[in-house]
Nanobody
Framework: QVQLVESGGGLVQTGGSLRLSCTASGEFYRINAMGWYRQVPGKERELVATIGTDGDTEYQDSVKGRITISRDNGRDTVYLQMNSLEEQDTGVYYC????????????????????????WGQGTQVTVSP
């Protein structure tokens, strides 16, 4: 079982900054990609940013230049530094990790490196006021 614990949400005024953190714990072989998603009432959860183990990043267009994702592989932790926040950034932010377990011997013989599965955090509220 893998657990993700998020922190850092809160209330901030337009133009302010927040830093979200998410740490994975439990039993797993490794954590591959990690990311942050945002959801507002009545809408689907949407990608904000993701980062691979090699540091490759992907951002939603609306956050480019304002929000930076980073990670500490040794701590299995991902961060989201959010600057110049806008009201449209308001929502519940969910951390997602792609965890991996070692495959069985037969799976290894077939060339499988690991078994991946998605894990989600409980979400942290970010509210940007005018």
């Amino acid at each position: 079982q893998v657990q993700l614990v998020e922190s850092g949400g809160g209330l901030v005024q337009t133009g302010g900054s927040l830093r979200l953190s998410c740490t994975a714990s439990g039993e797993f072989y490794r954590i591959n990609a990690m990311g942050w998603y945002r959801q507002v009432p009545g809408k689907e959860r949407e990608l904000v940013a993701t980062i691979g183990t090699d540091g490759d990043t992907e951002y939603q267009d609306s956050v480019k230049g304002r929000i930076t994702i980073s990670r500490d592989n040794g701590r299995d932790t991902v961060y989201l530094q959010m600057n110049s926040l806008e009201e449209q950034d308001t929502g519940v932010y969910y951390c997602k990790a792609v965890a991996a377990d070692l495959p069985s011997l037969s799976q290894q013989e077939m060339g499988l490196r690991w078994n991946e599965y998605d894990v989600w955090g409980q979400g942290t509220q970010v509210t940007v006021s005018p």
